[in-house]
């Protein structure tokens, strides 16, 4: 499985030690949860904790490159859960019009899709990922992920134009 | 690949490029020698002192009115009753590994916490369980455990254990346990934006487990919080009652297609009204309202091949996670 430009690590009995296995993954890991997350502090975080976690259980896991992209995906889905209810409270104080940039435009709109869609969408377009990859890594069904897609595409495609 | 798709894959390969990785593992190390759970120490308790023993054996009543059967032959009777304490560490070890196995989806993990013969409440019946007992699935049922896992993470369970008490035996436990400990554990369904307060209850052999239970109401109602004011997530079970009542007026369709009708004991059910009174003592309203969250709603769904009748706190198909979620969301932002 390759996300973003770091392969996983796979198979246990000629797999490498974990801090090879951390130097592998890092960088492709807090990419991926940057743009999960749009914040570099978040997402190291996020990743530090998902290392952690195979760390205790580098022992019994026999493939941890799963286990790891699993670990990071949850920890930010539970970010950016907290984050979309503090969202919801705040007024917005920036008139979108006055944006200076579709990248700056872009990194708003993607900041206020549903984590599905906003997962979905990384996973294809940075990690080029498959339906049933994207299905398997978010552990939803392979139909839910076109239409994420749609949805997200057409919201950009609107605020776009 | 359109001009649209190439703008935001660019665009992203754009801002990982810019991303900076902070290398530190010794500090991932370090933090694996740490607990990772909440600190209970640091959290006061909002559990009452005294537990009322009438309503444990209540729980157990209503286990059996469950079940449809009479007692079960593998579980104890007995009468002593005492003040909770603190739960010796080597079995707190044991509920926190459960805990992190459950946050983490691993279900080795969670398997390797259990006896051989233990057991829990999957919070609803699989059709296959090899137990007798409704609500009660083995460990040793390892296929349809790992689909009980797959419901939680469609669900997106994520438990946070508040505080924990060990209790004398109750009225009613399962052979060979010598230590009870409950605990009060804010359980987050991040894939409905709920959180609810409840009560687990586990039975241990050394540190081993042999019986967890969740979702306790039949016990001490304030242990059961349906919609705690100071939760993280934004509906309680209130806001999810609230979103299908939206959804019925707002989307029929989807409604029709979601959600799954939460009922109450059959009006044949010999004990069941009993069962429900014992939910709330004095409080039928709130005994109603309570019994159809534990009770199986109206439809069964398949997850992973497997057959399961839910019970009604959370009775929908998980295959219907996504666009649940989507629905949610769509909700809280007209709200």
Partial sequence: MVVGDVKSVEGRADRVSFGEFYRLELDGQVRRAVLLLGSNDLANDVVHEAFVAVYRRWDVLDDPGPYLHIAVLNGCRGIHRQRSRQRRLLPRLVDRAARASDHELIDDLLAELPFNQRAAVVLRFYGGLTTVEIARELGCAPGSVGPWINRALARLRKALR | MTDLEQQVTDHLRRRAAAATPRYDLEAVRRGASTTGLVALGDRRSRRPLV??????????????????????????????VSEPADPPSAEMTAIR??????????????????????????????????????????VADVKLVQAWMAVTEAWGLQAELISCAAQAMPAVYSDGVDAVVECEVATRWHTLSMEITEDWY???????????????????????????????????????EAWEAWLQVEHPEDAARFLNPREGPPDDCDGCEEAVASMAPGDPDRAARLAPLVWNARDDWVIDGHRFSPSGLIPYDPALAGDIEASIREYLEEQ
Avoid: K, Q
Avoid at chain 2, 122 to 132: A, I, W
Avoid at chain 2, 204 to 209: A, F, K, M, V
């Fill in chain 2, 202 to 240: 586990f039975e241990l052999r050394d540190t081993d487990l042999l019986w967890w239970n969740s979702l306790s109401c039949c016990r001490d109602l304030n242990l059961l919080d349906l919609d705690p004011p100071d939760r993280i997530l934004p509906l309680g079970y209130d806001g999810l």
């Fill in chain 2, 97 to 138: 590994a459960m805990v992190e196995a459950i946050n983490t989806r691993d279900t080795a993990a969670f398997l390797d916490t259990f006896a051989p013969e233990g057991g829990f409440a999957p919070r609803g019946d699989f059709t296959e369980s090899s137990s007798l007992f409704g609500n009660h699935l083995p």
């Fill in chain 2, 51 to 80: 537990i009322v023993a009438i309503s444990v054996a209540a729980a157990s009543l209503l286990l059996v009115a469950l079940a449809g059967v009479g007692d079960a032959p593998e579980r104890v009777e007995v009468t002593t």
